[in-house]
């Protein structure tokens, strides 16, 4: 408590100008110049809410330290039960995903919004250790008087960075936070090895990783005869080559023009796999043949139906929810969108930039650089959809192909413009067929399940139906229920 009231003097000196009775920490005194030229003001004190509560759970989901949660729990909190502590985990923006601990420092911690879903980077409240453990990489404790702005130096912290071990990046950080009075200088020590637990099993299920990309992929590896070739992740590095002193850097940039890198004296092509990469370094194609442009891969979205599927060079290509979602914007947007336009197409007003980019960065990995495009985000590859074509069938009035393809697009999607589109389509298909008045477009339509129960469509196919039509009773027999339902 007397190194806090220190602190305090020592704040209120630095800022307003002043002699400090003792300089700050020197990563103290960093942050607070990097806070102070974001103009984080050290008397506003409200976090920004990046998440909703209702976008913590798919955030969650897909962020990679998922998995490590609950083997923090058991050494962070498990272990030292009893402590007036919370565990704080965030993304590499400063996001707070996960607060757990003992339920009165939550209650605290809430009311100073300190909660899941809110901002820690100092570029958005200010020194702080989580946020100052992302700017630095490296493990920091931030104790009262420290924190830059005032609101939180009842408060003590110490935070350490997690670092991924496939691309040296930053996923986040781990956090340990209370009131001033459990400060203690072993907290710094015992998150960075909370850290460097995590990192361990991170670097394991990379391993998996690899394993299965081998166990999947090297028999095509072994058919290229000697042809210099190797197998990459999906950041692009190196897991497997033939031949095996084939000179090539740990890591392959992705992002590359076609022809750009040199294996074995010839240029080299990139073929996305399902988990990764093939890296091929053909003999026989001509120099002039591979710095040409390729060819645009084709690929083919079947969306009308309850289960989505996606083919990609001849092989299916395994959907989340969301990424059938991601895939359907984009085929529905040719021309491009930006990460705002994606996250209100995606998200409605809620929808955040932030999430759809790292949505965007894991759909590239898992479909190709030259599938998923940037700037703006866009399909480079020829799209074959058929709700696209079921669109196209119905503007050109072609209603028997329109009734082949219908179906409902997406059907449990809830984005707005997937959610539009497919009450387009439902709503155009049926307009259509009213209209035509055939009886076995109306068949057709009132036998499916957006049409089963649509009072107009029977009533307008029993009449359309011949007098000793086998289908009359079946219809009059639906005719009554949805009557009675009235």
Known sequence: MERARLLRRVHTAVLSGQRAPRPPRAVVFESWRRSLAARVDPDRWEPPVAYGSDQLADVRAEHPLAGCVPMLRRTLLDAADGTTHIMIITDADGNILWREGHPDVCRAADRVWLAEGTRWAESSIGTNAMGTTLATGRA???????HLVRRYHSWTCAASPVHDPETGRILGAIDLSGPLHTMHPALPALVSAAATLVEGQLRERMAQRDERLK?????????????PAALLSASGRVVAAEPGDLALP??????????????????????????GYLLRAPRTAPARAISAAPASPTLRLRFLTTRPTAELRGREVSLSPRRAELLAVLALRPDGVNAEQLALALHGEQGNPVTVRAEIHRLRAQLGHDVVGTKPYRLDAEVDADFLRLRAALRAGRLDEALELHGPLLPVSEAPLVRDEREDLITGLRGAVLAARDAEALWALADSESGRHDLEVHEALLAALDADDWRRPTVTARLDRLLAEE
């Open 140 to 146: 920091v404790q931030i104790h009262s008087a420290e």
């Open 215 to 227: 166990e999947r992929n090297m028999s095509a590896l072994h058919a290229l005869r000697g042809e």
């Open 250 to 275: 740990e890591r392959v940039e992705l992002d590359r023009p076609d022809g750009a890198l040199l294996v074995g004296g010839r240029e080299a092509l990139i073929e996305p796999l399902d988990d």
